[in-house]
């Protein structure tokens, strides 16, 4: 509960390897009653029965963990990450405020949730997407080069080329991302996550594509549709394309809330080898 406002963290449920890390900061944060709920929007592939194990371990563990099945009477698409926007046919309270999280975001700040909520929460008029700083998202990284919060060329690092959520370093490059999440990993040992902060939260450009990895909205934004919580198109285009400009509202990014997500498609052979998913379960760990 934050302000309030009843809080439902839920995350597009797959893979136990990445969401056992997740998992310990959603038990902190429920532990400090920042968040009341964390639902599992099973999204598996039927060869996946141990992850699904795992996803019914931590709903028997804890009563405040909710395991949500694919609505009925929608066709299964491919790839499976098309069924994600079913979920909102579930987000059904107006006053709850819901923060989507997928399953390999591997780390947030204590901070994190709270300030994006509460800079959700001040602009709900103006506002459908709080996004955080989202670590490996191209757009932020461009963000965060621009502002020098992260290194650039000038230390050896490629430059992101552009605010776009496909660039070919800040989302393709697996050797860009390992630099990155070294460098995160880094502040986050040293206690120094607030060097990320940016200047100022960012307004997204209308129809400015985003990665949709962690956001916060209310359920107010879905009860008007109708039906409600039907978007009638994929969750990312919908959000960050479709409806800003549809409502007359922005999408930003919050400059005090620092999530790690820890890859795309491209950069899995790098991330893989790198052995950096250990440090984030060792930190995870240590909560």
């Known amino acids: 509960m934050i302000d309030d406002r009843p809080v439902i963290a839920w995350t597009p449920y797959g893979r136990r390897r990445v969401a056992s890390i997740l998992a310990a900061y959603m038990e902190r944060d429920h532990r400090a009653g920042i968040i009341d709920e964390w639902w599992l929007y099973l999204n598996t592939d039927p060869d996946q029965a141990d992850d699904l194990v795992y996803a019914h371990e931590l709903a028997e563990t804890y009563d405040w963990v909710r395991l949500v099945e694919r609505p009925a009477g929608y066709p299964v698409l491919t790839p499976k990450q098309k069924n994600t926007g079913l979920f909102y046919l579930g987000c059904t309270d107006p006053d709850a405020v819901y923060v989507r999280l997928d399953d390999d975001i591997v780390y947030l700040h ?8 509460r800079a959700k929460l001040t602009l709900a008029d103006s506002v459908l997407c709080a996004f955080p700083i989202i670590i490996n998202n191209a757009v932020v990284s461009w963000h965060l080069q621009q502002q020098r919060r992260i290194p650039g060329p000038s230390k050896g690092w490629e430059s992101v080329q552009l605010p776009y959520c496909m660039d070919s370093v800040g989302w393709a490059s697996g050797d860009f991302a390992v630099k990155l999440h070294e460098f995160v990993l880094g502040k986050i040992e040293a206690g120094a996550v607030e060097d990320l902060y940016m200047h100022h939260t960012v307004t997204l450009p209308d129809r400015q594509q985003f990665s949709v990895s962690c956001f916060a909205t209310l359920g107010s934004d879905y009860t008007v549709l109708d039906p409600p919580g039907y978007l009638g198109a994929e969750e990312e285009f919908w959000h960050s394309v479709h409806r800003p400009k549809q409502a007359g509202r922005s999408n930003i990014i ?32 240590s909560l």
């Open 110 to 117: 204590e901070a994190a949730i709270p300030n994006l909520v």
């Open 254 to 285: 919050v400059d005090t809330s620092v999530v790690a997500h820890w890859s795309f498609y491209h950069q899995h052979a790098e991330l893989d080898a790198s052995g950096l998913l250990d440090r984030y379960r060792k930190l995870a760990a």
